[in-house]
């Protein structure tokens, strides 16, 4: 299985700041296909998860463009600037190349 | 306005099965490959099964941890999409979300508790 491995746990964070977030792979997600299905998603307290970017780059309908990623092959990175308090919760990395789809344990941003 | 919307889960005893259902609206169903999700209480996301499309023979794939005990079907005339669960544990325990593709949508999920 692909494992994959964020970092960090937590993160604290003033509002209006800047912040990243890696997940790292342990085989690349390049699909023979040519694309690299890395996912990344938000879950707010209470609430499911929702998707903020697909395909390693690509934000999702109606996500802010505060909101990007980036990466190839086994490493990626989420960055999120002038953060709201909206942005508060849980982020996961996902992938969907290879069966057994998998996430991310998730990285908490908090409020400083 | 894409919905998704499980039902079916509920209290169950260790060795019990539950039968989870998976509505959908908004978007043409017949086009999509569906999963399920699950999520135990205060731990992450742990994906569960896949079906496929007709255009993919309806083709399921299944966590490692769960096949023998799991299967999805999907009923293209109502939109819907199933997870069967037998044998249930209580490391099942979990939110169980219905999701479009790898995760575009979900629904809120419904809870599964096993337990004597």
């Known amino acids: 299985d692909v494992v994959m491995t964020q970092t960090p746990v937590s993160l604290s964070v003033s509002l209006g700041g800047q912040v990243s977030i890696s997940c790292r792979s342990s085989?690349?997600?390049?699909?023979?296909?040519?694309?690299?299905?890395l996912s990344w998603y938000l879950q707010k307290p209470g609430q499911s998860p929702q998707l903020l970017i697909y395909k390693v780059s690509n934000r999702f309908s109606g996500i802010s463009d505060r909101f990007s990623g980036s990466g190839s092959g086994t490493d990626f990175t989420l960055k999120i600037s002038r953060v709201e308090p909206d942005d508060l919760g849980v982020y996961y990395c996902g992938q969907g190349t290879q069966y057994p789809y998998t996430f991310g344990a998730g990285t908490k941003l908090e409020l400083k | 306005e894409v919905q998704i919307l499980e039902t079916g889960g509920g209290l169950v005893k260790p060795g019990g099965s539950l039968r989870l259902s998976c509505a959908t609206s908004?978007?043409?169903?017949?086009?999509?490959?569906m999963n399920w999700v699950r999520q135990a209480p205060g731990k992450g996301l742990e994906w569960v099964a896949q079906i496929r499309n007709k255009n993919y023979n309806y083709a399921t794939y299944y966590a490692e941890s769960l096949e023998g005990r799991v299967t999805i079907s999907r009923d293209d005339s109502k939109s819907s999409v199933y997870l069967q669960v037998s044998s249930l544990r209580a490391e099942d325990t979990a939110i169980y979300y219905c999701?479009?593709?790898?995760?575009?949508?979900w629904g809120p999920g419904t809870m599964v508790t096993v337990s004597s």
């Open positions: 908004g978007f043409n169903f017949n086009d999509y490959f």
């Open positions: 085989q690349s997600l390049v699909h023979n296909n040519g694309n690299t299905y």
């Open positions: 999701t479009r593709r790898a995760g575009d949508f």
